[in-house]
Every structure is written in structure tokens, then in C-alpha cells.
């Protein structure tokens, strides 16, 4: 009986102790949904557009690349990041730099839970804080703190079935307890994906068709470690290490024939089977020291920098060549091997400083970049063995640049806000072809300003504007006079004397509540670089070169809705059109203008099917218009469904998507060039199932040591 009272006792109390802990459980979801509500899904900020991640339905259950592609502005096209009026665009965890691209990165956004991401920053004309290279853009991913003494863990795999299969599996382990805090993810992929090319050079007399075949085999390790140490409330060290290696080998195969427009003969016919293979990998590593001055926002930082990328790849393929007129057949056997390696050092402080007038920063960057080349290339006659082609290429490019920034933000009142800041970037390069005995040298300083204003008369409508000044320096690839044979009758070949480019961008952008964005865009570049084809008729030779070939102009608009049509019902739109003028003054485009018209249209809607809100369907459509510059580019579209179910507790997640159901993102590009139509017909792998799983488990009570102070029995004594 005794123990019967106990166990009912024990129950009482279990079940009010519980009914007391969903008391408080609701109070703090209600608060939690309160201070929510006072966060708008998508905020204009002077110089950056804002989507705050945990607001919205669409991301419930997903990852980092979810949470982008749910992004305002932000367009994923395949492994590409893309963003609105900008060519490239480079990613940032909590303000820093992603050494990673591609496949890789997109890898590595996947590991990232979007239940850790506090919010996105759109930067499409970055401030003077940030680098001045390229007409790119930034993504800054703002992730939550972690909850102190927790630890927490994540489980991830996929499976994805396109022509071939691929495999994801990873692992997620984040840990804090009292002042140091650990992040490790792990990231194994492996798999074959599918590439093809079909391409026309339609010659005066005949007709020239190249079909490529590439099937890419890949393993990758993928790896990073985060550290972090606060000394005191005001002081903390990191320590981020990032890995990726990679073993990679692909089958190639290429058909190429040529016909004669009078009677439909084969005149030529060359097939090229072929093998790659290389064992790519990159390391970065980051420290940085954070100091805050006082209590009034002031803060120092320094980050030291470094970066190490090797890629040794070897091409062995195999030419069967035959010529009908007159009747000849020879059998060529090629070795191209080669080594890159890029090393990075880099130094920046960054010192912030509100004061009552006006809040400011600045500081300075110095980096220099190494980079090592080495190219062997022999052509034999598998028939006798004899040799036809041999060269060697030892390239070697240096790159030093230093930096100094100052910004200044000010508010007028509660209306108006402006911020200018001026960056100046001193380049000195030495490009040295050891082969060639080609040494090409420069040195040149200058300023890129920035001005941002914006003006907010209530809390539904905003109007900014911005202008931004930015530099394209030359990549290594570019600059390199070595040829890469991808045919023997078709190479690849860089340009040591490239020039820099240099880019005018101005910005237009209005915001009504979360509800509409929209964007106007001008840009300007000069000395616009492509890489462009060069034609020998008479020997059937193929030259792309790396050249400065236009003065550009550019100029669009964007609108994108995100709307609720019911409470089950998320969805967004968006809507781009941009116009374009190129003036070549090369030769071989007869100094003629070109311009043309481009766009597309993306519709997103995410589905809650059941009232606990754990399972969720998306189908996401997108369409690219036919567009016009030098060349012409067909339209192409892609429409997506996905599933996804949230079971224990929310703690697993399984998700399955199908991608590119019509299999209608393959597009064709065709431009004239030395009176030459060239077309291109490619095809990247994009109609695929795929199936994942996301395991998530932890603590979030690790005790806490308690250190007794050297006088505590004093402490004692005198209470």
C-alpha cells in the first residue's frame, strides 16, 4: 500500500509537473511567435536586402541551399549561386568568405540545417568593407548562436538518380559549453554524372559537327572544423579549417564529321575516345581575433587568411583520323598531363566606430597569390609510333594587392539614411611563361567609391538607390600562353597581355512591407573579357583564346512577390528582364554592335498537407526567355515537386524530389564569328529523383564545472 501511495504520489506530481512545464512551453512559444511576428520575412536595409529564414514555412525541414533558393534575388542553376544584374556571386558564412564553389559549396550549404540560419543578406553592390574584384555580388549567411552547454548532432544522406546515380552521406556535430564552442561536419559524396555537347561550325563549302560525350566519375571529401574561444564578454578567438579533396576520372568521347553542302559527302571524319583523370583538393584556414572597445559598439577584428589549392589532372585520348579527299587514315595518341597549385596569404583589420554623428569603419587588406603551372603535352602517331606534337609549359603568376577602405552610415531622423565609402586596391602582377621565356609585369592603384541612400517614409514602403565601382582582374586560367589540347584539332590558350575590367553599377530598389520587391539596374563595363574562337579554314584548326573584346552596357529590372494565399499556401514569384548592348572591337565580330533583350520567370509554392504541420509539398516552375548579345541563346525551363515528411519530434527529416520532370533545361547557343555559325547544344545532367534523410539528436543540459574562487571559506565565513 505504502508503495502504491508513493506511485500515485510520483504520477500527481509527473503529471503536473508536466502540465506546469507545457504551461511554460506555450508561454515561450507564444512569446517566441510574438517576437517573430515583429520581424517582417524580407526587410530593405541601405545596402543589402535581408530574408529573415525563420519566418518563413518554405525552409521548415530543409537546408542552407533550400533557404537560397527561397531567396529574393538569389537564382540556382544547377551547381551555380546566381544573383539579379550580377555575373558571379561568392557566399559567406557569418561575414565570412567561402573558399568553395560549385559543386562543392552546394555540398557544403546542404549540411548546414536551415533551423541554424538566423537570416540571409542579399549584397548585390557590396560596400567598401568588401573587396572591389568582380561584378559579383555577395550572400551573407547569418547563422543563430548556439545555445550554450548544448551539443547536437546531425545525420544526413541522399540518394540521386539522374542518368547515373550519385550519393550524399555526412555528418554534423555542434557543441558549446561555457566559453569554447566546437563545430565538425564531415561530407562523403560519390557518384557519375553526365555531360554532352553537340556542336556545328558551318563552314562556306561544308559543315563541321562535333558531338561530345563526357560521363564524370567523383568521390569528394569534404571537411570542416570551427573553433571558437570567448576570453571574456568582450574578446573571442576562431579558428576555421575547410577541406576538400577530390578523385575524379571521366570517359570522353567525341564524333566529329564534316559534310559537303553540294552532295551531303563525308569528307572527314575524326573519333576521339579519351580518359581524365585528377585528384583536385583545397584547403583554407582562418583565425580571427575579435576585440569590443568599451560599451558603445566599438570593435576591432583581424582575420589571417590562407589558402592552398593543388590539382594534378593527366588526359590520355585517342584519334582515329580519316580525310575522304583525299583518302588518308592516321591514328594519333595524346598525352596531356598537368599540375596547378594556388597558394593565398592574406592579412585584414576591420575596426568599427559609432559615434553620436555618424557611425564608421575601416580598415585594410594585404594579400598575395602564387600560382604554379605545369603543362606536358605529346601527340604520337599510334601507327609507327612516331612523334608529332611536344610541349612543355612551366607558368608562373604572381599577385600582390593592398587595400584600404573607409565607410560612414548616417540616419536623418527616421526617414532618411545614407552611407558612402571610398576603397582604394593597389595591384602588382607578375605573369612569367618560363617555356616561352614571357614575362609580362604591372602595377596599378585604384579607387572604387560607394554610395548607398535610402529613404523609408513608413514602415510598408522603402525607396534606396546605390553606385558602386568594381574591378575584374585577369584569373591565372586566363592569363596562361600554354595550350590545352582538348582535340588535335582543337586548343585551349591563354592571354598574358589581358587587361582588367571595370564596372559601373547602379541600383534602383523599392519594397512594400514583405509583400513586393523591385529592382532597376544599370551597368557598365570596360574592357569586357571572353573567351572566343579563332578559325584556320584551310587546316580545320580550332584557337579558343582568352581576349578583351567589348565595351558593354546592361540595364533591367526584377520584381518578386511573396505572398500567402492561404494559411497552408506559401508562395513566391519572380519576374526578370534585361537589355543589353555589346561594341566588339576585334576583328573578327567586323566591329558591329549587338544587342538584345533577355529574361526569366520563377514561381515557388510551398504546401502544408496536414494540420501538425510536418508534411510539406513544394513544385517550383522556371522559365528562361530566348536571349540576344554576340549570340543568340534558346529558351529552356525546368519545373520541380518535392515531398517532405518531419517525424520524431521533427528530429528526422525525409524528403524526395523530383527535378526537371520534362527534362526541358538544355538550351543551344549560336553566334557567327569570323563569318562562321557556331552552335552549341549542351546538356548538364538536370532531370533526376533524388531521396534524403536528416537525423538530428542532442543535449541541451552538459553540466556546467563550477570553479571554487582561492577565497570561498572566507566567502563562507563572513555570511
Same mark, same amino acid.
Given at each position: ?83 539579379v544584374g550580377k555575373s558571379s556571386v561568392r557566399v559567406m558564412i557569418n561575414d565570412k568568405i567561402t573558399q568553395l564553389s560549385g ?354 517614409? *513608413? ?150 498537407? *496536414? ?109
Amino acid at each position: 500500500m505504502k508503495r502504491l501511495i508513493i506511485a500515485i504520489s510520483f504520477i500527481c506530481f509527473g503529471v503536473a509537473n508536466a502540465q506546469q512545464q507545457k504551461q511554460d512551453s506555450i508561454e515561450k512559444e507564444i512569446q517566441a511567435v510574438e517576437l517573430k511576428a515583429q520581424k517582417k520575412l524580407i526587410e530593405r536595409k541601405v545596402d543589402r536586402l535581408v530574408f529573415n529564414v525563420e519566418n518563413a514555412v518554405s525552409v521548415v525541414g530543409g537546408d542552407a541551399l533550400d533557404a537560397l533558393k527561397a531567396t529574393p534575388s538569389v537564382r540556382i542553376q544547377g551547381n551555380n549561386i546566381q544573383l539579379v544584374g550580377k555575373s558571379s556571386v561568392r557566399v559567406m558564412i557569418n561575414d565570412k568568405i567561402t573558399q568553395l564553389s560549385g559543386e562543392a559549396l552546394q555540398d557544403y550549404l546542404k549540411s548546414i540545417p536551415s533551423a541554424n540560419i538566423l537570416k540571409i543578406e542579399v549584397i548585390t553592390n557590396p560596400p567598401s568593407k568588401y573587396e572591389a574584384e568582380g561584378n559579383s555580388g555577395l550572400i551573407n549567411i547569418q547563422l543563430k548562436r548556439s545555445k550554450q552547454n548544448n551539443w547536437s548532432a546531425t545525420l544526413r544522406s541522399s540518394y540521386l538518380q539522374a542518368t547515373y546515380e550519385r550519393l550524399v552521406h555526412g555528418a554534423n556535430f555542434n557543441y558549446k559549453k561555457d566559453k569554447f564552442s566546437a563545430l565538425v561536419d564531415v561530407n562523403y559524396s560519390y557518384g557519375r554524372n553526365l555531360y554532352t555537347n553537340d556542336i556545328f561550325y558551318d563552314y562556306p563549302d561544308y559543315q563541321w559537327n562535333n558531338k561530345l560525350f563526357n560521363r564524370n566519375h567523383r568521390k569528394n571529401w569534404g571537411t570542416l572544423l570551427n573553433l571558437e574561444y570567448a576570453f571574456t564578454d568582450k574578446s573571442s578567438l576562431g579558428l576555421q579549417f575547410m577541406g576538400s579533396f577530390t578523385d575524379k576520372y571521366s570517359d570522353e568521347f567525341a564524333d566529329n564529321f564534316a559534310r559537303r553542302y553540294s552532295d551531303h559527302s563525308l569528307i572527314h571524319y575524326y573519333k576521339t575516345e579519351g580518359l581524365s583523370q585528377g585528384t583536385p583538393s583545397n584547403i583554407s584556414l582562418n583565425l580571427n581575433y575579435i576585440q569590443k572597445l568599451g560599451n558603445d559598439g566599438k570593435k576591432l577584428s583581424v582575420d589571417a587568411d590562407y589558402f592552398d589549392m593543388t590539382n594534378p589532372e593527366a588526359n590520355h585520348f585517342t584519334s582515329l583520323l580519316q580525310d575522304f579527299i583525299p583518302a588518308t587514315t592516321e591514328t594519333q595518341y595524346s598525352q596531356n598531363n598537368s599540375h596547378q597549385n594556388v597558394k593565398n596569404y592574406s592579412i585584414k583589420t576591420d575596426f568599427e566606430m559609432p559615434l553620436s554623428w555618424a557611425n564608421l569603419s575601416f580598415g585594410g587588406r594585404a594579400a598575395s597569390t602564387k600560382t604554379k603551372n605545369l603543362v606536358d603535352i605529346n601527340f604520337f602517331n599510334q601507327d609507327n609510333n612516331n612523334l608529332i606534337l611536344s610541349q612543355k609549359d612551366h607558368f608562373e603568376y604572381t599577385e600582390n594587392i593592398q587595400a584600404l577602405y573607409f565607410s560612414a552610415s548616417k540616419s536623418f531622423g527616421e526617414k532618411w539614411e545614407t552611407k558612402v565609402g571610398l576603397r582604394g586596391e593597389a595591384t602588382q602582377t607578375n605573369a612569367n611563361s618560363i617555356s616561352t621565356n614571357e614575362i609580362t609585369q604591372r602595377n596599378y592603384a585604384k579607387l572604387f567609391p560607394t554610395l548607398y541612400i535610402m529613404y523609408k517614409p *513608413n514602415e510598408n514602403h522603402s525607396f534606396s538607390a546605390n553606385y558602386g565601382r568594381r574591378i575584374g582582374r585577369p584569373s591565372w586560367v586566363s592569363l596562361n600562353p600554354a595550350r590545352w589540347y582538348e582535340t588535335p584539332k582543337s586548343y585551349t590558350t591563354g592571354n598574358p597581355f589581358l587587361q582588367p575590367i571595370f564596372i559601373n553599377n547602379v541600383e534602383f530598389n523599392y519594397a512594400y512591407k514583405s509583400l513586393l520587391n523591385f529592382q532597376l539596374f544599370y551597368g557598365k563595363y570596360i574592357d569586357n573579357t571572353a573567351q572566343i574562337s579563332r578559325h584556320n579554314v584551310a587546316e580545320n584548326i580550332t584557337v579558343m583564346r582568352y581576349e578583351n573584346i567589348s565595351n558593354d552596357m546592361f540595364t533591367g529590372g526584377s520584381i518578386s512577390i511573396n505572398y500567402k494565399p492561404f494559411n497552408w499556401w506559401e508562395a513566391s514569384a519572380e519576374i526578370n528582364a534585361s537589355y543589353s548592348e555589346t561594341k566588339p572591337y576585334v576583328e573578327i565580330y567586323s566591329n558591329h554592335k549587338y544587342s538584345g533583350w533577355s529574361g526569366y520567370t520563377t514561381s515557388r509554392n510551398t504546401f502544408t498537407l *496536414n494540420s501538425k504541420k510536418t508534411l510539406f509539398a513544394s513544385l517550383n516552375y522556371e522559365y528562361s526567355l530566348p536571349s540576344k548579345g554576340i549570340g543568340t541563346m534558346s529558351e529552356y525551363s525546368s519545373l520541380d515537386i518535392g515531398f517532405k515528411y518531419l517525424l520524431l519530434n521533427k528530429n528526422l527529416i525525409l524528403g524526395l524530389n523530383f527535378n526537371d520532370i520534362f527534362r526541358s533545361q538544355q538550351y543551344t547557343y549560336k553566334e557567327v564569328s569570323q563569318g562562321i555559325l557556331q552552335s552549341f547544344s549542351q546538356y548538364y545532367d538536370s532531370q533526376y529523383v533524388r531521396f534524403s534523410l536528416n537525423y538530428k539528436f542532442g543535449n541541451n543540459k552538459i553540466s556546467v564545472s563550477s570553479r571554487a574562487s582561492g577565497n570561498q571559506e572566507e566567502k563562507n565565513r563572513a555570511n
